[in-house]
């Protein structure tokens, strides 16, 4: 393991740290507990430590808090791999081995629920609990799916096809990383647009800049789904703690809830008066559940 300390605009100390010969950017707040597991803070897509900065200052003042940038987002480095569930998996496998050195709770918005269920499910060793704010992943479909109309399908399919392409890829990524559409889309998925700031719109264009960003974002089109969020809870032996923006116009969250009970019932579950990413709309009422959670449910090794 190799570490460099980086600047940082907010007074978070930021570091990176060499994976697979790519500099991976983390911040580290808080001084370890006895008592208390360390916590590790995974943003969702686009996103970056810099999404759960509200988070980190006051979760800081109780656990020793950990947040890491994915590769291909944040100032992590960008390579032109194939990104997956898997790929993260062990990218945080390896730095709660190496780098913070003992089980943690993981806390996941997004993409980064995905990965950290991932990591839980399929390395139990690195987790002390889940923290799923919202969180991304296929289910595997029970219910016989009706034939779809052969011209929607057609049409599918051959926008799937143009997707593919690197022109296209990259004449869509020029359009969604304009400050103006961010802004459109954060407005859209937070219920309190006052929390869309200029900060939060510079925090997820900045990344947007780098180059291999766009190789990133075409990948999304392009990597095979990973495992089923079902039978990845069917693997899972952690405790589970779900919080759940109501307000989320990209998932129903009261019906995706009901599947995550479903297969994992011991769980428990608040649903909060936010959008797609309650930490940063309600930062204040998500850290306090999640101490709550964890001085009640989380074992100390």
């Keep these: ?44 897509f686009g996103a970056s430590t810099d999404h759960w900065r509200k988070n980190i200052v006051g979760l800081s003042q109780d656990f020793e808090v950990w ?16 990104y997956s569930g898997n790929l993260w998996r062990d990218q945080l496998y390896d730095f709660v081995t190496e780098v913070i050195g003992q089980p943690a709770v993981l806390a996941g918005n997004s993409l980064g629920g995905y990965a950290g269920l991932c990591l839980a499910a399929q390395r139990p ?6 923290v799923l704010v919202n969180s991304a992943g296929p289910f595997t479909e029970i219910k ?25 890829n990259y004449l869509l990524f020029q359009y969604l990383r304009q400050p103006w559409v961010i802004r459109q889309t954060l407005e859209k998925v937070y219920l309190d647009k ?6 939060l719109v510079e925090e997820i264009y900045r990344p947007s800049c780098d180059p291999g960003a ?7 089109f392009s990597t095979p789904q990973g495992e089923k969020v079902d039978a990845l809870l069917l693997k899972l032996t952690c405790p589970l703690l779900m919080l759940w923006g109501e307000g989320d116009p990209w998932m129903n969250s009261r019906e995706r809830g009901e599947k995550f009970r479903q297969f994992y ?21 998500v850290n306090a559940l999640l101490a709550e959670w964890i001085s009640s449910k989380v074992a100390i090794s």
């Design 1 to 44: 393991m190799s570490a460099t300390i980086a600047s940082s605009k907010h007074s978070i100390p930021g570091a990176y740290w060499q994976w697979q010969e790519q500099p991976i950017y983390y911040v580290k707040a808080g001084k370890r507990k006895s008592q208390r597991p360390p916590l590790l803070l995974i943003h969702g």
């Design 67 to 82: 947040a890491i940038d994915l590769l291909g987002f944040g100032r992590s480095a960008k390579p032109n791999w194939q």
């Design 125 to 130: 060793s690195s987790a002390a609990g889940l």
């Design 144 to 168: 016989p799916q009706p034939q779809p109309d052969p011209f929607r399908k057609l049409w599918g399919d051959a926008v799937l096809s143009i997707l593919r392409q690197p022109w296209a």
């Design 194 to 199: 006052s929390a869309v700031t200029d900060q």
């Design 214 to 220: 766009v190789k990133v974002f075409a990948s999304v």
């Design 265 to 285: 019932p011991q769980l428990t579950e608040h649903y909060l008066q936010a959008g797609h990413c309650p930490h940063d709309e309600v930062p204040d009422k």
